[in-house]
C-alpha cells in the first residue's frame, strides 16, 4: 500500500504582512497536531527563527538568499531529510521571505522526483497587508506573485484602513486572482482549519497563467537595489536612546525601509524586547525572559537605498557604553 504523501502549507506574503505572526497562531493552537517548520529570511543575520515561537515543532532556518533562489537546493535537502522520519509529524508548514516569488518555491514539488513522491503541496497561503497592498504591488513584481498564485489570502491589517481602502484592496486582489478564497483578519486571527488541510492547491489554475512553470530554466528576477543590513552589538540597548533614534530614523526614511525587524537586550530589563516595523509603522513587545542566554541586541533592516556605516553608527550609540 502507497504511503499517503505529507501535506505541505506554503506561507508567502510581502515583507511585514504577517506571516510569523500567522505562524505562531498555527504553532500555538491546541489542534493536537504536529508540524515540521521550514522558515526562510533575506539577509545574512538571521532572525525569523527567533521571532517564532518556542514550540514543540523542529524549525528549521535558512538565510542569506531567497528560498526560490540561491537556497533551493537546502530546501529539497531538508524535505528529503524530515521524510526519513515522516511518521514523527503531520505536515511540513514553509513560510518564505517576504521577497520570494512563489513559482519556482512551487516548481520546486513538481521537478524533483524525490520531493514529489513524498509530499504534496496542500495549499499556498499568502498574507496581504491591506494597509501597504496598493502602494506596493504594481512596483513589486513578487507581491503581484504572491497573490496570483495563493489559493488563500489573508487579507490581514484590516483594522488599520477604511472601508473604501479595503474595497480598493479587495478589488486589486480580485484582478490578479479571482479564484482564491480571501479571509479578512486582524493580526493574522483565522481558525486554522481554514488555511490547514485545505487541499486547495490546483496545479491547472497555476499552469492557465504561468504556463511555463514546470520548465526547469529559472528566469526569477529580484530588485538588486534592495538589500539587507544586520546589526548586531553585546553591549545593552539604553531604551530612551534608542526610541528617540529609531523613530527620527523611520519618521525621515519609512519610505525606503520595506521591513524592520529586531531582539533587543534593554539595559535593566529581563525579557527580551521584540521590535518590528513596516515603513513608518511601528510595533513592539516584550519577548521571552532570557534567563541564562547570553544577551545581544539585533536589528535588520531591508529596503533601499540604506547606509550600513550610518546605520551601524547610530545603532551602536543607543548602546550605554556609547
Not at 545593552?236 to 521591513?259: A, M
Request: net charge negative; proline share 2%.
Amino acid at each position: 500500500m502507497q504511503q499517503a504523501k505529507v501535506p505541505v502549507t506554503l506561507i508567502t506574503g510581502y515583507l511585514g504582512a504577517g506571516k510569523t505572526t500567522l505562524l505562531n497562531r498555527i504553532l500555538t493552537e491546541q489542534h493536537g497536531k504536529k508540524y515540521a517548520v521550514i522558515v526562510n529570511e533575506f539577509g545574512e543575520e538571521g532572525i525569523d527563527n527567533e521571532l517564532v515561537v518556542d514550540a514543540d515543532e523542529e524549525i528549521f532556518e535558512m538565510n542569506n538568499g531567497c528560498i526560490c533562489c540561491t537556497v533551493r537546493g537546502d530546501l529539497i535537502r531538508i524535505i528529503s531529510t524530515l521524510m526519513k522520519r515522516a511518521d514523527d509529524f503531520d505536515g511540513m508548514i514553509i513560510e518564505t521571505t517576504g521577497l520570494a516569488d512563489p513559482a519556482p518555491v512551487v516548481q520546486t514539488f513538481f521537478v524533483d522526483e524525490d520531493v514529489q513522491a513524498k509530499v504534496a503541496l496542500d495549499a499556498v497561503v499568502t498574507v496581504v497587508d491591506a494597509c501597504h497592498f496598493l502602494d506596493a504591488v504594481d512596483e513589486e513584481h513578487e507581491l503581484a506573485e504572491q497573490v496570483a498564485f495563493a489559493d488563500i489570502i489573508l487579507l490581514n491589517k484590516t483594522d488599520l484602513v477604511d472601508g473604501d481602502k479595503l474595497n480598493a484592496v479587495k478589488a486589486k486582489i480580485s484582478s490578479l486572482n479571482r479564484m482564491a478564497k480571501v479571509i479578512e483578519t486582524v493580526k493574522s486571527q483565522v481558525p486554522i482549519a481554514d488555511v490547514l488541510d485545505r487541499g486547495a492547491f490546483d496545479l491547472s489554475r497555476v499552469l492557465e497563467f504561468e504556463p511555463g512553470l514546470l520548465d526547469e530554466e529559472d528566469d526569477h528576477e529580484h530588485d538588486e537595489n534592495i538589500i539587507s543590513i544586520s546589526l548586531k552589538t553585546d553591549n545593552p540597548i539604553e531604551p530612551e536612546k534608542f526610541s528617540n533614534w529609531i523613530r527620527g530614523f523611520i519618521t525621515e526614511r519609512g519610505v525606503d525601509v520595506l521591513r524592520t525587524k529586531g531582539i533587543l537586550n534593554l539595559s535593566g530589563q529581563d525579557n527580551r524586547y521584540v521590535f518590528q516595523g513596516v515603513h513608518m509603522v511601528m510595533d513592539s513587545a516584550w519577548g521571552a525572559p532570557w534567563g541564562g542566554d547570553a544577551r545581544s541586541s539585533r536589528l535588520v533592516f531591508i529596503g533601499r537605498n540604506l547606509d550600513e556605516a550610518e546605520l551601524r553608527t547610530a545603532f551602536d550609540s543607543c548602546t550605554v557604553a556609547a
